[in-house]
Every structure is written in C-alpha cells, then in structure tokens.
C-alpha cells in the first residue's frame, strides 16, 4: 500500500539555520506530493506540493524537489525564522485514491531566537 | 471565500455516549473529507463524501460514520465512544473531481473539532 516516512522528529534549529526535513515515500505510480504546515490549535495549511518526476514546489522559502529515483520529497529552507515552528507534514494522494491523503508522521520543528 | 469551518471546536463526552461533528466545506467544494489526529496514530483517513455519496473509506469500525447533504456540507457521527477515539478530528473540502478533468488535489482543513472522552 500506499505510505509516506518522515525523519524522526523533533527538530530545534536556531534563527537563520538551514533546514532539511527528510521524506520519503511508497507508492505504484505517479503519485502526486504534498507538504503541509499545522500551527499550534490550526488545522493544516498546504505549504507546496509537486505533482510529478523532477517538479519543484516552493512558497514562503520553503522548497521541495519530487525525486522519483529516490522516492524522496525532502523539505527545505534556507533560513529559518521563529515564526516558522509548527509540525510539518509530508503526504502523497494517487488518482485511484480519490482525494485520499496518505500523511507521514509529522515532523515538529521550534525555532529559536 | 470563507474557509472549512468546523463546529464544534471542543467536545467532551464519556465512554458508551455518542457524538456528531460538523463540517461546512469552502462554497463550491462537493468533496468533504474527514481525518482522524492522535499522538499515537497520527493522521488516518476516516471517509470521503463527494455529492452526498461516500466515495472513499478507510480501516476503521462501523462506529464511524458519515453523511454529506445536498448543500455539500457533511456530519460524522461515532457512536458508543471508547477512550481511544479521543482524538482531533479533522474536516477537509476540496473541488477534485468535480471538472472534466481531475484537476488537482488541493485539501483545505479546517481547524478541527477535539474530542475528549473520559
């Protein structure tokens, strides 16, 4: 079936680190990628998502490359603010799943000032 | 355009009652979603409904049930709670499927509803 593994959290990085999160997936086919953000008390917001071989999805810094031979959709960010801690979420959806999201763990990210 | 909204945001109930949340999806989505949240399992998904029909179900127990009405707005209902359906329950809509084309996937959640059971 269908599944999507994430680094083992949590993550603490100071103001202006560089961020990596790692994700990988399992999956028949061309499945499409996703990552969401979710904020203390908030439900999740989409932060980018790719949806084939090679494609990049960015927004607000963040960035992320679709790597079929890997099966890898790692998040990153250049320089990470305080603002940007939350729980990060890699999913994937397939076609033949409907609107179905498969979701990693979730990864906890703080950042400090 | 109003998001996801779910009502009610807080629940508390005890063990063997039963319980209904709500979920109003953005205007013009026919697709709503629910997913269940827990420390433990994470995300799993629960159902879909897409113009009132369940259109996608995940593994869990017939406790869990759905509806949707014709104004796309949709119910989940979980009867004879057990301490581990303590949970943030999570609405998502979206507008796949609904065009010639598939087009693509984009969920929006709401804030959820949490449940408590004791």
């Given at each position: 079936g269908n599944s999507v593994t994430q680094m083992e959290g949590p993550v603490t990085l100071s103001e202006e680190a560089f961020l990596t999160i790692n994700c990988t997936y399992t999956a028949t086919g061309y499945p499409s990628l996703f990552w969401y953000v979710q904020y203390p008390g908030e439900g999740l917001q989409l932060l980018l998502k790719a949806t084939k071989a090679d494609d990049k999805g960015s927004n607000k810094g963040f960035e992320a490359t679709y790597r079929k031979e890997t099966t890898s959709f790692h998040l990153e960010k250049g320089s990470v603010q305080v603002s940007d801690s939350a729980v990060y979420f890699c999913a994937l959806s397939r076609v033949t799943s409907g609107s179905r999201l498969t979701f990693g763990e979730g990864t906890q990210l703080t950042v400090n000032p | 355009k109003a998001g996801v909204t779910q009502t009610p945001r807080y629940l508390i109930k005890t063990r063997g009652q039963q319980v209904t949340l709500s979920c109003s999806p953005i205007s013009g989505h026919r697709s709503v979603s629910w997913y269940q949240q827990t420390p433990g399992q994470g995300l799993q998904f629960l159902f879909e409904y897409f113009s009132e029909t369940q259109r996608n179900k995940g593994n869990?127990?017939?406790?869990f049930s759905g509806r949707q009405f014709s104004n796309s707005r949709s119910e989940m209902n979980v009867s004879t709670?057990?301490?581990?359906?303590s949970a943030l329950y999570l609405c998502a809509s979206s507008s796949w499927g609904q065009g010639y084309f598939l087009g693509e996937n984009i969920q929006y959640f709401g804030a959820g509803t949490r449940l408590s059971v004791l």
């Open positions: - | 869990f127990p017939g406790r709670l057990e301490l581990g359906d």
